[in-house]
């Protein structure tokens, strides 16, 4: 297997965990009566807060996402042009990546995980990032503190059902999330990290979504980059199951 391809894939993937949107909508947009987090005190506060700032119910009750773009990768001071597409419809989703070096796709059908690289899959495109935001009060989703450190940071953890978690940091004035960072251990007991810098916001139906924004990826001793901007999105669509059949 290509390992730099790898690479790319796993930078992709999480990618699109950030819910981005076209550009139909002004730039930087915020909501017209942000949620306040100042008066919030425990972890669930600051994210109800924020949850509300990024469109609360509307946001919890999105139902699909469709979504197209091109990234620029950078990564062993190699960069990389490439384009993906990604369709999330509850627990199923497909996503899909064409780089000079190969394509990837990946589908999860509601029962199995299809990979078009065998003996590879990356981490469900739900589990991670911005995806995670609406399951805020959830059952199985917990919500926690983040870990002490030497900053001092307004924003909480969410961890999933199967231990994913991702560290949110969030604006006091806005309610929006500024950046996240999500980890996990892959197959071969490696600790991954990705980390996501949020540049630009705009207003979708009334749902509050990055735009632009920038990620570090860090495997070990290889660090990635990738800068991100989509193009064609559609929310709340009607997906046929046919788009995440299993290939026979």
Same mark, same amino acid.
Not at 206 to 212: D, H, L, M, S, T
């Given at each position: ?8 894939? +796993?930078?992709?993937?999480?990618? !699109?965990?950030?819910? *981005? ?16 987090? $100042?008066?919030?005190?425990?972890? +669930?506060?600051? $994210?109800?807060?924020? +949850?509300?700032?990024?469109?609360? @119910? ?13 990234? #620029? ?25 064409? &780089?000079?070096?190969?394509? !990837?796709?990946?589908?999860? #059908?509601?029962?199995? &995980? ?11 495109? *739900?589990? !991670?990032?911005?995806? +995670?935001?609406?399951?805020?009060? @959830? ?17 909480? %953890? ?34 991954? *990290?990705?980390?996501?810098?949020? #540049? ?15 990620? %570090?990826? @860090? !495997? ?9 901007? &989509? ?6 669509? &009607?997906?046929? #199951? ?7």
């Amino acid at each position: 297997m290509n390992r730099s391809f790898v690479l790319i894939g +796993l930078i992709v993937v999480l990618a !699109l965990n950030a819910f *981005t949107q076209n550009g139909s909508e002004p730039k930087k947009a915020v909501p017209e009566k942000p949620a306040s987090v $100042a008066g919030a005190v425990t972890p +669930l506060e600051v $994210a109800m807060a924020t +949850l509300a700032g990024h469109g609360g @119910d509307k946001l919890k009750k999105i139902r699909s996402l469709v979504m197209k773009g091109s990234a #620029d990768l950078t990564f062993q001071g190699q960069a990389v042009p490439g384009a993906f597409s990604t369709a999330i419809s509850g627990d199923k989703y497909y996503f899909e990546i064409v &780089t000079p070096i190969q394509q !990837l796709k990946q589908t999860f #059908d509601g029962r199995e &995980t299809y990979s078009s690289i065998p003996g590879f899959s990356l981490p469900p495109v *739900t589990s !991670l990032g911005f995806p +995670l935001l609406p399951k805020v009060g @959830d059952p199985g989703y917990v919500v926690a503190a983040l870990p002490e450190g030497g900053k001092k940071r307004r924003g909480f %953890r969410i961890t999933t059902p199967e231990g994913f978690y991702t560290d949110f940091i969030v604006d006091e004035k806005t309610s929006l999330i500024k950046s996240y960072e999500s980890k996990w251990i892959d197959g071969g007991n490696r600790a991954i *990290t990705t980390s996501v810098e949020i #540049d630009e916001f705009q207003t979708v139906e009334g749902i509050v979504v990055p735009r632009k924004y920038s990620q %570090r990826f @860090d !495997l070990g001793p290889i660090t990635a980059y990738a800068n991100f901007k &989509t193009k064609e999105v559609l929310v709340n669509s &009607t997906i046929e #199951d046919s788009a995440f059949a299993i290939p026979k």
